[in-house]
């Protein structure tokens, strides 16, 4: 039902949100998730800047490698313009069959900024368009308490004899947590905002 799925990513961590949700579709559907970073331009946006385009390639990246994890196929790309018209213009481009994206920046003009652009997708795009509420907040800044929710995840779908086997590593706003079980090594991905836990086979690793 859907092959590409666009995510635009502006690499905050109130994006995982859209990602986290990305994902799941095209894991569901077995979808290619598409990365698109746009450096902004014009009165509102930034100005042109290898600072900005640097970020933008970060971006891109932290989704390829969270999607990689994941077993999820994954395109990137950075574009420079208005956001709004970049991404309608990329789904068009790309045979997109569904844009993911936030409702809302990081803080103050980003959240104005975000606000826009989606509800602008909204009202313009010719294919389904998620949108997803972001929250910056991160509740999980511990470790221990990100290791006894992936245990707990771990336990719930069936693995027993479980421990940590190295230490749990925050990559934007989930938490990487590796494992040893008795059927073997896993992942278990644990959002560091919602504490949502997900568990990633030993074949995804």
Request: charged letters at 25%; a negative charge; zero cysteines.
């Amino acid at each position: 039902m859907y092959q590409h799925i666009l995510v635009p990513t502006d690499g905050s961590d109130g994006t995982r949100q859209s990602l986290t949700h990305g994902l799941t579709l095209a894991e569901r559907f077995d979808a290619t998730i598409h990365a698109l970073s746009v450096v902004p331009e014009g009165p509102l946006g930034t100005l042109q800047s290898d600072e900005g385009h640097t970020a933008a390639e970060r971006a891109v990246e932290r989704v390829e490698v969270e999607a990689t994890r994941e077993g999820v196929d994954v395109v990137t790309a950075v574009e420079q313009g208005v956001p709004h018209e970049e991404i309608i213009a990329y789904a068009d481009d790309h045979d997109i069959d569904m844009i993911v994206m936030g409702t809302q920046g990081r803080t103050g003009l980003d959240r104005v900024l975000v606000g826009s652009v989606t509800e602008r997708i909204v009202r313009m795009a010719d294919i389904p368009v998620v949108t997803v509420r972001l929250n910056d907040e991160i509740r999980i800044e511990d470790t221990d308490e990100a290791a006894r929710i992936a245990r707990k995840a771990a336990d719930a779908e069936g693995y027993d004899d479980i421990t940590v086997s190295d230490d749990p590593h925050r990559t934007s706003a989930s938490w990487i947590v590796p494992l040893e079980t008795g059927a073997g090594p896993l992942h278990v991905h644990v959002d560091a905002v919602t504490s949502e836990a997900r568990v990633a086979k030993g074949s995804e690793q």
